[in-house]
Structures are given as C-alpha cells and as structure tokens.
C-alpha cells in the first residue's frame, strides 16, 4: 500500500527533552512538509523540503529542526528550545507537479 | 506574509439544511485554493481550484473560486452527520522555492446535528 506513515501515534517526554517524530512515504513525492496544529487551528507550517537534501523554514520553525537525506523520509526533531512543544504534528507529501498536498495521520506530542 | 481567513469558525447546523464556508486569501504568487475535510486525524483532501468562475463538483459538495475578490466558497447541500469536521481551505504558492507551499485558514467547525 502507497502512503504516509508518522510514528508513534502518540509520544509523550518531559520538559527539556529533544525528541524526534518519524515521516515516510513511499509515494515517490518529491516534496515533504511538517505542520502543527494547536486545538481550534489551522496548520501551520514548520519546515517543508522540495528536493533530497534541501529544506526550507516555515512559518514557525524555532526551535524545530529537519534533514532529508533520503527521498522518502523527513524526520523532524522537536527541541528544548521549543517553548510550547505540545501539538498535533502533520507530515504531507506533494508530487512534483501536483498542486495538493496528501497527508499522513499524524503524531500527537505531549510535554510533561 | 500570506493570509487566509475562514468564516465562520464555527457552525451547528440540523440534516439536510445547506451551508456555506467562506474562505478569503492573500497569497503572494497565487496559484490555487485547495480544501480539506478533517475528522479528528489527518485531512483529506476534496477540491483544488485553480481558475476563477469555474464550480467543481463532488456528490453534495460544490466550490467555487473568485480570483478578483480573493475568495472561495465550499457548500453542502442536504447535510448529513458524517459531515461533521473541521473544513480547512488553503492557499498554494507558485514561487520559486515556495512552490507548492499552503497557507491554511483557521478552519471551520461544523456540526450537523440528527
């Protein structure tokens, strides 16, 4: 099956902590994104790559931070430097030419 | 800085009543208005408009896009409780190294009551 996956579904770390959230595809999209989403919001974007090895902050990409070493993986690590950590984390993928984008079924992360 | 606004953000409706979700934008290098659908997870994706005037279609949902007043409607007809979600629109970037990028309103809350 084609898709996106996010691990885990739900993480849980304490205060201070840096921690990674996984994002695969295997669509074959060249174009990967990272958005959060506080409840009652819209998305908002953190950090999107449209190439292997390249990458671009978003609208809030503070204390966040992304390598695409590979076509089909965008992991993104959550640091300490994150004043507000806690969120609903969305992983998307965009075929080159494609106006839409598809989306993975997310990770929710919660700061203790 | 790119700027989508929804309106409402919320609404409680009963089935079959129709709605209307509005969506107005500013977006630098403007290519297309895209809607989403999200239960709870992930949003899925229902329209990308691209040329003003022109209505697309899909069973009871219909949007259209107006590129001189910057803004886009998504109506519902004869609504059902499995449209209850959080509607998201979304502009798209044409430019350079943003291209393809979304910039996302604050969502509309819908309920649809039995």
Redesign the interface.
């Known amino acids: 099956d084609g898709g996106i996956t996010q691990s885990p579904k739900y993480l849980f770390r304490k205060e201070g902590q840096n921690v990674t959230l996984s994002c695969e595809q295997n669509l074959n999209h060249d174009a990967m994104y990272w958005y959060r989403q506080d409840p009652g919001q819209g998305l908002r974007l953190i950090y999107y790559s449209q190439i292997v090895n390249d990458f671009q902050k978003g609208d809030i990409a503070e204390g966040y931070s992304v390598s695409r070493e590979k076509k089909e993986s965008f992991p993104l690590t959550v640091t300490s430097a994150q004043k507000n950590p806690t969120a609903f984390y969305l992983c998307a993928s965009r075929p080159f030419v494609a106006g839409e984008q598809f989306f993975g079924p997310g990770t929710r992360l919660t700061v203790l | ?1 790119d700027k ?1 606004v ?1 309106s409402p953000l919320s609404l409680v409706v009963h089935e079959g009543d129709t709605v209307t979700l509005n969506c107005s934008y500013e977006v630098t290098n403007f ?2 208005l ?1 809607w989403y659908k999200q239960e709870k ?5 229902l329209f ?1 408009l ?1 040329s003003s005037g022109i209505e697309k279609k899909s069973g009871r949902l219909s949007s259209i896009l107006d590129k001189k007043e910057l803004f886009s409607i998504l109506n519902i007809t004869a609504t059902q409780t499995g449209d209850s979600a959080v509607y ?1 629109c ?1 502009g ?1 970037n044409a430019g350079g ?11 509309t ?1 819908l309920t649809v009551h039995p």
């Open positions: 800085e989508v929804q290519r297309s895209l997870k992930a949003p899925t994706f990308m691209t998201l979304a798209a190294t943003s291209y393809g990028k979304l910039t996302f309103g604050q969502g809350i």
